[in-house]
């Protein structure tokens, strides 16, 4: 049985918490309080990820799988999450990209820092204008996109939707406003309708 | 013919001209200066990349994929450069969401400051030490796996290795030493030796 190294908070460990339950696939879940460093023990970096992250997913060989990306895709190939045209896997690629790069370092990054109750250190201080500004400019992209397109690639929902998913229906716990993006928000009703969905507190 | 939106210094635009080198495929290419905000005009926004960025690469028809790691997928999409193994693809997927989420915003970001005289800014003061360190850690975890593995996903040569070979083999320009890491010298040298290798200096 897979198992999935997690913690219930993280919008990375509910992207694979939401493709396994779309997919009714079965899986063991080991919760990590990320907040005591829990996946930065020596044990944790030398047999599950030496990146010290989670999500991580272990396969029934042992094999760990980090990055949720990755985890998204594993998990998707030769299903009708993983789009089966050249250029749609491409582009569901690009999204996923343009969410670990653009959307995910400021739009959960200062949620991480609200909701887990962070101190806000000089660095976070002197870095929240730019996060805030970059972070806005990640929605405004996907509202382009959304006021033209149902779904991000291939035409049809796909990982590319979840991945960008996790973090933005979150967002205002962030201090980000929604208001300004209909398209987006009803992209974002359109994903938790879907059956089988799973809210991120489900674990 | 393709085309791709670079910008030569870009470690970014170069894994798309590497590969591309690689594989033989002639292109035509555009270049435009970042640092006068070619890439943020109305007209590239609306046209090229919602997202303000390059590299992008232009298809025969007309269609524009952004994202530096999804146009190395596209392109490497039955050559030997992606893994045929469904385990292999999704690792080699994974070491490239590591290099844009934990080496590309310290190890690339620190040397564009430097190499294009950026302004040194309160946030981006602020944030120096800070990417200081995760950059070497990033390069750690690389040289923990490359001391066990040639290569970084399927057991050759793949797109995972030019993703992380764009920004690392200039790691120096941006005051990374390399000399700690024995294990990753010798991959640079392996893929420095491709036939058909070029550096990042050529169009």
Redesign the interface.
């Known amino acids: 049985m897979l198992t999935l190294h997690d913690n219930i908070t993280s919008g990375n460990g509910y992207k694979a918490r939401l493709l396994l339950a779309l997919l009714k696939t079965p899986y063991k879940r080991i919760e990590y309080d990320v907040d005591v460093g829990a996946t930065r023990t020596p044990e944790y970096l030398a047999r599950v990820n ?2 010290g992250r989670i999500p991580v997913l272990q ?1 029934d060989d042992g ?1 760990c ?7 998204l ?2 998990l998707a ?1 030769g299903t009708p999450y993983l789009p089966a045209d ?2 749609a ?3 569901a ?2 999204w996923m ?2 969410e ?3 959307h ?2 400021n739009v959960a990054t200062i949620r991480y820092w609200i909701t887990h109750n962070l101190e806000m250190t ?2 976070r ?3 929240m ?2 996060k805030r500004k970059q972070g806005v400019a990640a929605l405004a ?1 996907m509202e ?2 959304l006021a033209k397109n149902p779904w991000f690639a291939g035409g049809a929902f796909s990982i590319a939707d979840i991945a960008l998913y996790a973090y933005t229906h979150v967002a205002e716990e962030g201090g980000f406003d929604l208001k300004p993006y209909p398209a987006l928000r009803a992209w974002l009703a359109r994903i938790a309708a879907l059956p089988g969905y799973i809210p991120i507190t489900k674990g």
């Open positions: 030496a990146n396969l094999t799988l980090p990055e949720s990306n990755a985890i895709w594993y190939e050249r250029l896997r491409a582009q690629l690009q990209c343009f670990q790069y653009s995910e370092p000089p660095e201080v002197a870095a204008p730019g992209v382009g996109h």
